[in-house]
């Protein structure tokens, strides 16, 4: 079987105005000045820096038949795992090719938005092997689970942490490890936003644990809880130069976000949650869109082949298609407009990965597609 390759050219606007090259001739030349009498050292131009020129990408097909690839990640020594949303399979993609047995096949309750829906590397992946994941199990709970890979097999299932319920909507969510060696989960409602305000509700929510499943130490309320206020967060991400913590968050007819999480934060999502909100007694979001994408999957940027990406957050979502590009000042915690880089070509997207190539891997419903230089 053939597979057809395609390439979809994108047009990008050169980022780089103002750039005002070396211009280090001086030009002032009154001729009524004396000349100086004593030989001084021209002063030395102060060194523009250049800014490494755009590289323009291009998306062409990497997985072409991928069945809801749901979340991606890649393990340390550059395979990609990607989870099958609704077969419990995660599967590997080893220098480019799909292998053909998945890595794990798990049983999953994949009705409505349940699935296998987190994945992630354990930090000391080099010794221990773990590979986590998080999925809908039968009965009603989501679990977090690590298994040992042997050889690009899944082995020794081994549960952590089965305490977070599910509901046939808002059901979060991935998991994560911080430079603090912390496990993040991000969970969802359930459609109860009064969950989302109970300290002791593990529902809407960003958990940290120990790698045992038990509430990490410093947790701001003594329990599995990290942040609140949280409707359904899909996906989230540390930033890899700063460490901080961004999450997509799904709001209801208005108001999807991009929210930078802190220790014992607020987001705002409760029962009566008025469109537009600006409770000062919440912590606003970096980005507020009024009408519905569902944003979801969500990665910053620190590889050098897309200089011009350098250090910007991306964000896919499911209902629009769109891959945009913001400018990302981590101090101020702002960004600026973003480009729309896909703009549903693709159709609904589900997630996005910068692999160690430093290329920008995307998940779509039925394919992986990857940004790479333009030759
Ligand atoms: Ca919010
Ligand atoms: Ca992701």
Redesign the pocket.
Known sequence: MRYKIFTAVLSFGLALAGCGGNDSTPTATSTRQPAPTTTQPAPSPTPTPTPAPAVTPVAETFVPNANIPD???FAPDGRLFYNELKTGNVRVVNNGVLQAQPFASIQIDGSAEGGLIGITFDPNFSTNHFVWVLYSAPGGRNVIAHFTDVNGVGTSPTVVFDQITWARFHNGG?IDFGSDGFLYVSTGDNEHPEFSQDKSSLQGKILRLTRDGAPAPGNPFGNAVYAMGLRNPF???FSPITGKFYVSENGPECDDEVDVIQSGGNYGWRPGYPCGDTDPNFIGPMIRFDKPIAPT???IYDGSVFPQFSGNLFLVDFKEGKLRRYPLDENAGKVSDPEIILNGEFGRLL???QGPDGFLYIATTSSIIRLVPKH
């Open positions: 979340k991606m990640a991935n996906d989230f991400t999957g969500i990665a997630d996005i990965a």
